[in-house]
């Protein structure tokens, strides 16, 4: 009972910091499409994948979308939140997957490349039908977005939070594993 109640814990804490991140770390790459913005909200949802396994990432996916949508987000509204549960459900269902099996470093980095093109194949029908039907953008124009920016934005920013993700995960998976152990013995 402890356990389940530390994992929540530790999932809400990793909820409010993606939602931070959001709201601290956000920029456009591409001057051309301002409204594609980096972000590294994926990081916290990352690491709760990996800690407690793709079913909690995905959770944690929607909970921080909603959470968004209703926040520093609030501009996409549903559709930002819909799109976001889609892409990074697909990023944390297969890199958590992944690693799950292959619990090392090297499944660590295969889980995240694999994870990154998941995303990023998942975003291109997504911005066909989201951004052409809800968000009035041209299907023509869409399409003629895909290979210089939408493409090329999703691959950046999944590799951007994959690596960041890579190099903060051993430190933070430490320090909650010690909090989980600790509460075990008390």
């Known amino acids: ?57 995905l959770i944690l996916t929607i909970v921080v979308s909603l959470l968004q949508a209703a926040t520093v987000s609030a501009g996409s509204g549903w559709i930002g939140a819909l799109m976001h549960i889609v892409a990074t459900g697909a990023f944390v269902l297969v890199a958590g997957s992944i690693y799950r099996k292959f619990t090392s470093r090297a ?31 041209p299907r023509e124009v869409v399409m003629a977005m895909l290979l210089p920016t939408i493409i090329p934005f999703n691959l950046i920013k999944a590799g951007a939070n994959s690596i960041i993700t890579f190099a903060v995960y051993k430190p933070v998976a430490r320090v909650l594993r010690l909090e989980m152990a600790e509460a075990k013995e008390a």
């Open 107 to 137: 499944g660590a980095v295969a889980s995240l490349i694999v994870g990154s093109i998941a995303m990023t194949l998942t975003m291109i029908p997504l911005n066909l039908i989201f951004t052409v039907k809800f968000m009035g953008a």
């Open 1 to 57: 009972m402890k356990n389940n109640v530390r994992q929540m814990v530790n999932l809400a804490m990793l909820a409010a910091l993606s939602v931070l991140l959001v709201y601290l770390v956000r920029f456009p790459i591409f001057p051309s499409a301002p409204f594609l913005e980096y972000d590294m909200a994926d990081v916290p949802i990352l690491i709760g994948t990996f800690l407690f396994g793709p079913w909690s990432g």
